[in-house]
């Protein structure tokens, strides 16, 4: 469920510090940076374009590719209150774009944020089936359908209006790290579940820099690609395992960013100052403290530094995954 939230003051700093760092993520628009609807709106795009630099840049080295389009979808009918979030977003259908990722073919297609959607893979949306507000199932459905589309044809056709004026549209996939990746509007929480990265909105609001936010993103990544939910399923969530998951995934997050051309600095930063603000130590079962987190990136970063190749060609898969005793030593 997408909730109606109230935004704290803080939204309007955190669109002002990411501007001044130099960030090119989405922004609200001038005067609607505490409407819940349009900060959340910014902030897909904003994931959907890290997102799908990082999935396209790791494709060559990721076991699990599928065919991308870097199109999300959005139903109004998940929000809590659909009425008030269709008025503050502008919209007029039911089922539109959420976001397109940039660089992506939805994006090259022309494919804005807030264009309706009026048929997806040959099926006519004009008469889906009513559905409750707070439910994801019908936006589940349709993104199924269009992922699995995608994957049988190569392409997905959809039919969009935009000015009022219907266009249809073949969106050819090119190969992406299978993931998807959506923003959630409660808790203070970034996780992975083998299938999805969900990024609280809290997480994405403070860290205005792009390549932190990167590190948060990849990190989660990092877990889907590595099978880290299914290998915890198996083997336990004892402290010991949680612990070794979350050293792995933040020495591979390192990989991926270089790959996709972002500064592995930022990793070390996240952890000097977001990590460093709210990590544990020995208090936390699940990671290590920051201190000890940050020489693991450093690792990485170092061993990067080292290697001949150039963005794009770190070819991760012959390093991960890592032994216990790599992940926490480095070796």
């Known amino acids: 469920m997408r909730a109606l939230f109230a935004w704290p003051a803080a939204i309007v700093l955190a669109g002002?510090?990411?501007a001044a760092a130099g960030g090119t993520g989405p922004q609200p628009a001038a005067g609607s940076q505490t409407n819940p609807y349009t900060?959340?709106?910014?902030?897909d795009q904003r994931l959907q374009d890290t997102a799908w630099r990082l999935t396209r840049a790791n494709a060559p080295f990721c076991q699990n590719i599928v065919p991308g389009t870097g199109l999300l979808l959005q139903d109004m009918q998940a929000w809590a209150d659909p009425r008030a979030a269709r008025a503050a977003l502008g919209l007029t259908s039911?089922?539109?774009?959420?976001?397109a990722a940039r660089g992506s073919?939805?994006?090259?297609?022309?494919?804005?944020?807030?264009?309706?959607?009026?048929?997806?893979?040959?099926?006519?949306?004009?008469?889906?089936?009513?559905?409750?507000a707070r439910k994801f199932e019908r936006l589940a459905d349709l993104t199924q359908l269009a992922e699995e589309t995608t994957?049988?044809?190569?392409?997905?056709p959809l039919t969009v209006v935009s000015s009022g004026q219907p266009r249809g549209i073949v969106l050819v996939g090119v190969d992406v790290c299978a993931s998807r990746f959506e923003i959630v509007t409660r808790g203070?929480?970034?996780?992975a579940d083998g299938h999805r990265v969900l990024i609280s909105a809290d997480i994405a609001l403070e860290l205005a820099s792009e390549d932190q936010f990167a590190f948060v993103v990849a990190h989660?990544?990092?877990?889907?690609?590595?099978?880290?939910?299914?290998?915890?399923?198996?083997?336990g969530r004892s402290g010991r395992n949680l612990r070794h998951v979350e050293r792995e995934a933040d020495r591979l997050a390192v990989w991926l960013m270089a790959n996709a051309g972002y500064d592995t600095a930022g990793a070390a930063r996240f952890m000097k100052g977001w990590a460093r603000r709210r990590g544990n130590g020995?208090?936390?079962?699940?990671?290590?403290?920051w201190d000890e987190r940050l020489e693991g990136v450093e690792a990485e970063i170092s061993l990067l530094g080292a290697s001949p190749a150039q963005v794009g060609g770190y070819d991760w898969s012959s390093r991960f995954p890592l032994s216990r005793e790599d992940a926490k030593s480095g070796r």
């Open 94 to 99: 039911e089922i539109s774009v959420g976001a």
């Open 188 to 191: 203070n929480e970034a996780e």
């Open 282 to 289: 020995l208090f936390n079962p699940s990671h290590d403290g």
């Open 220 to 235: 989660e990544l990092a877990h889907n690609l590595l099978a880290h939910a299914h290998y915890l399923r198996r083997a």
């Open 39 to 43: 900060v959340t709106a910014a902030l």
């Open 16 to 18: 002002s510090a990411h």
């Open 151 to 156: 994957r049988a044809q190569g392409s997905l």
């Open 105 to 132: 073919p939805a994006q090259m297609a022309g494919l804005e944020p807030g264009d309706a959607i009026a048929a997806l893979a040959g099926k006519s949306l004009r008469d889906l089936p009513p559905a409750p």
